[in-house]
């Protein structure tokens, strides 16, 4: 088996991004505490600031950011998120090209057929010789990251199983098993897929159910612990054990004591709530009352003043301690092909943040708003007499949407 690749790191951030520093510190804190190989870089530009990303996955959980947008982001990496991307995803890193490539096809395929992986299609799919296709399998397999059945068929790979565990997981109405609670939230964040896995608590063998809409974990508060990867043992059956889902903090130290292991210990709530303390107003749009509660500003504010858990140690010059301020800015989105609707480049000027009442069922994970009004309806639209009539909306989606409100 081949050496790991260095993982990396990327630190995204929009130019005088004021929580990047933030950002920036715990990264470094996290990588005086790990041997692990890493290599980081920063990269300034249109992003929702700051975000981190390790092998390409954000660390907090969040799906891709659309490209060319930029938002503010309060909800920062906390130092148990970042180790346990940085120890999770180094065991899933290869130096040796074809043994990654092997992997790769193989979970490909079992995730498509559903069957077990026979070693005359892998080289026929790789284009290599069955030997070399043979090898590469076998020192898969003692690393832990592949499974074999009796006759050398491929029934596990990379975390996704064709036989039962304790963690079982439903993609798109279809059945899987896999090796750890760090597989599941891997699968399906990669996949982007929606769908469910019932898993056990290991200290009170509550069972547990954690569904996932487009790759993102909903509803249950559920913990997540990363025992630290030791050199010379295998993936599967000597750190997937270290890897589960727990109801409680309680429930998972007790366990963590009980089996006398190191590691993270991580929640898998992906979001930040803040409060918006004032608004400061552009005096290039000034007000007009439509009546009595009520003033119209024909353009975005200059800024906002916000705190939040995250903000707590923050202490800015001229402002209240615990506070930011997110200003308005220029945003450019340029007319590109994957967009055939949009005719010229446009620029819009705004609070680079979401309001409450402009969330989507992305945008709001905590159960927050206390009346919701939504328009339930698909993504997609279908040309008729003319009209875009959009399509129904879809059960995943119906569920996020309606599991926003507090009750």
Not at 183 to 208: C, H, K, M, Y
Not at 211 to 226: K, S, Y
Not at 227 to 235: E, K
Not at 380 to 407: E, F, H, K, W
Request: charged content about 20%.
């Amino acid at each position: 088996m081949g050496g790991q690749n260095p993982i990396k790191v990327q630190l995204l951030f929009v130019p005088d991004c004021p929580l990047a520093k933030k950002v920036r510190s715990t990264l470094n804190d996290c990588l005086g505490k790990t041997d692990i190989r890493v290599i980081v870089e920063e990269l300034v530009g249109d992003y929702n600031s700051p975000t981190l990303l390790v092998n390409g996955f954000d660390v907090t959980g969040q799906p891709p950011a659309t490209e060319g947008q930029t938002s503010c982001r309060l909800d920062l990496p906390n130092e148990e998120q970042v180790l346990a991307a940085i120890r999770g995803l180094s065991i899933l890193s290869y130096e040796d090209a074809g043994e990654a490539d092997i992997l790769a096809a193989a979970f490909k395929t079992l995730l498509h057929s559903g069957e077990c992986v026979e070693v005359d299609f892998l080289s026929r799919e790789l284009d290599r010789k069955m030997d070399d296709v043979m090898a590469r399998m076998k020192a898969l397999q003692r690393a832990g990251h592949l499974q074999l059945d009796g006759e050398g068929c491929i029934v596990a790979a990379g975390g996704l199983s064709l036989l039962p565990t304790k963690h079982e997981i439903s993609i798109e109405g279809r059945t899987f098993w896999a090796w750890c609670a760090f597989d599941v939230l891997g699968i399906f964040g990669a996949l982007q897929a929606s769908g469910f896995a019932r898993s056990v608590d290991p200290s009170t063998n509550d069972s547990l159910v954690l569904n996932f809409v487009r790759g993102v974990p909903q509803g249950m508060n559920l913990l997540i612990f990363m025992g630290d990867p030791c050199t010379g043992v295998t993936v599967c059956d000597d750190w997937c054990p270290k890897v589960n889902f727990f109801k409680s903090k309680s429930s998972a130290e007790a366990w963590i004591e009980v089996k006398g292991i190191t590691g993270s210990l991580i929640s898998l709530v992906n979001s930040a709530v803040y409060t918006a303390l004032e608004v400061i107003l552009d005096q290039k749009y000034p007000g007009h009352r439509i009546s009595a509660d009520t003033i119209l500003h024909f353009g975005p504010p200059a800024g906002i003043l916000l705190a939040s858990e995250t903000t707590t140690d923050f202490r800015f010059v001229g402002m209240l301690p615990g506070t930011i301020l997110l200003a308005s800015m220029s945003s450019k989105i340029e007319c590109v092909r994957k967009r055939p609707w949009q005719r010229n480049d446009v620029t819009r000027k705004g609070l680079p943040c979401t309001a409450a009442f402009a969330c989507t069922d992305y945008k709001v994970q905590g159960r927050t708003l206390e009346r919701v009004a939504l328009e339930l309806r698909g993504t997609r639209t279908t040309n008729i007499d003319g009209q875009a009539v959009p399509s129904q909306c879809d059960p995943s989606s119906l569920y996020v949407q309606l599991s926003r409100r507090r009750r």
